[in-house]
Each structure stands twice: as C-alpha cells, then as structure tokens.
Nanobody, 125 residues
Framework: VQLQAYGGGLVQAGGSLRLSCAAS????????MGWFRQAPGKEREFVAA????????TYTDSVKGRFTISRDNAKNTVYLQMNSLKPEDTAVYYC???????????????????WGQGTQVTVSS
C-alpha cells in the first residue's frame, strides 16, 4: 500500500490543522492506521492510532484532548484533526499502516508496515 500525507503547514499557536492521508489499494479497511511525528534532533514519536473499523483510538498523552484521529474507509483516507496547537507540536508528521490488527494498541514504529513520506507542521509562538 502507498500512503500520501498532506495538509501540513505553518500555523500560529492555538490554531488548527487537519492532516489527511490517502492510501492506495483495496484492503484499506483491514489496516490499522496511525500517525507518528519527528521533530528535529528527536526520535520518532507515536501520536495516534485507529483500528480498522475506526471503533477504537489511542493517543499519546501530550495530544489527548487536542488531536482527533478518524478514518473514512469509503475514501481510503485517515485524518488527524489538530486543535490548540503548540510550538512543541512542530514536527514532520508521518502516516502509517499496519496489515494485521489484534485489538490492542500499537505505538512503536517497528509495529507498522507502511510509512508515508511525511508532511511538515510548524507552529509559531
């Protein structure tokens, strides 16, 4: 599967952005999806994940209550709505996909099979 993320940009602190990730292939609805981010000089960090049906979501603590992950299986697209953005949210955001899903949360980079190219999010103070 190929993943194409878009929607990043420059926004002031307190603002909002919505990232989208379009996936190729016919089996999107069977994939667990997620978002990671990587800031300059830092390790790649888990942000959010969603089960194939969309029935369960998980978030890293620093974005809970501000970010929302969702998906539209009819459009082969996963979204990340980001509100109340902070300068520390500045990073390249990556869309990821996992072929198999057993009902638990997956938050490690090596647990995902496919990665998109990343989209830059910059939050100014």
């Amino acid at each position: 599967v190929q993943l194409q993320a878009y929607g990043g940009g420059l926004v002031q602190a307190g603002g909002s952005l919505r990232l989208s990730c379009a996936a190729s292939g016919r089996t999107f609805s069977s994939y667990g999806m997620g978002w990671f981010r990587q800031a300059p000089g830092k390790e790649r960090e888990f942000v959010a994940a969603i089960t194939p049906s969309g029935g369960m979501t998980t978030y890293t603590d620093s974005v809970k209550g501000r970010f929302t992950i969702s998906r539209d299986n009819a459009k082969n697209t996963v979204y990340l709505q980001m509100n109340s953005l902070k300068p520390e949210d500045t990073a390249v955001y990556y869309c990821v996909a996992r072929r198999s899903y057993s009902g638990r949360s997956y938050s490690q980079p090596n647990e995902y099979d496919y990665w998109g190219q990343g989209t830059q999010v910059t939050v100014s103070s």
